[in-house]
Every structure is written in structure tokens, then in C-alpha cells.
């Protein structure tokens, strides 16, 4: 990815192998650029809370965030409840976070914003 592109304007390419896993330093680089989400598992996945006022608004952004993953080929584990939806992200192939899953919570965030 190109520093000088804003998350949410970049696009997600396919990765494959640990090499494409991110360091640590270059997540906290990152992990600014992303306000309100937070590192989990040892620092190998992204995630954050996204509340809402009723089930209808929590399923119109999951069903948003689902064309936006289809979209970019990267998909989210996501938990859905009447009044939030948490959000989480791994890059599976590079076992832990790939630049992909900045890029998808910055998308993530333009739906709400």
C-alpha cells in the first residue's frame, strides 16, 4: 500500500504467507489512521464495537459491511446483536494482520461517518 493513499481510498489485493504479516512497528504506524479500534488476540487482530440504536440500523450496517467485504474479497468475523455488531479482523492466510484489515476497518468506519 501506498502511505500516501488514505486507507479508506486503497483497495484490498490478495496475500498470501507470513511475509505479508505486518510487524508491530508498522501497526502502531497504522493502528492511528483506525481511531477506536483496538489490537486483540497478542496483537494479531483488529476489532471494535459498533453500537447502534435498534436490530434494524445494526442490520443495515452489517448488511452494508458485507457488500463492502464482498466487495473487496476480505471478509470480517463478525458478532450481531439488537443493538451493536462487533467487528473483527485477521488476515487468515498471513496468520495475524495484513495492511488489509486497516484498509477494511477505515471502509468500515466511512460507512458509519
Not at 29 to 42: F, H, K, R, S, T
Not at 69 to 80: F, I, M, N, S, Y
Request: charged residues 25%; aromatic residues 8%; hydrophobic residues 40%.
Amino acid at each position: 500500500m501506498n502511505d500516501l493513499i488514505p486507507l479508506v481510498q486503497a483497495h484490498c489485493v490478495p496475500l498470501r504467507g507470513s511475509e505479508h504479516r505486518l510487524s508491530e512497528a508498522r501497526v502502531r504506524e497504522l493502528l492511528p489512521q483506525v481511531p477506536g479500534w483496538e489490537l486483540a488476540e497478542d496483537g494479531h487482530a483488529l476489532t471494535k464495537t459498533f453500537r447502534f440504536d435498534d436490530y434494524y440500523r445494526t442490520m443495515a450496517f452489517v448488511n452494508a459491511l458485507a457488500f463492502m467485504a464482498h466487495r473487496e474479497d476480505h471478509h470480517p468475523d463478525l458478532g450481531v446483536h439488537y443493538d451493536r455488531c462487533v467487528v473483527r479482523y485477521s488476515t487468515h492466510d498471513v496468520g495475524g494482520l495484513s495492511e488489509n484489515d486497516f484498509i477494511c476497518a477505515a471502509k468500515a468506519e466511512a460507512l458509519i461517518g
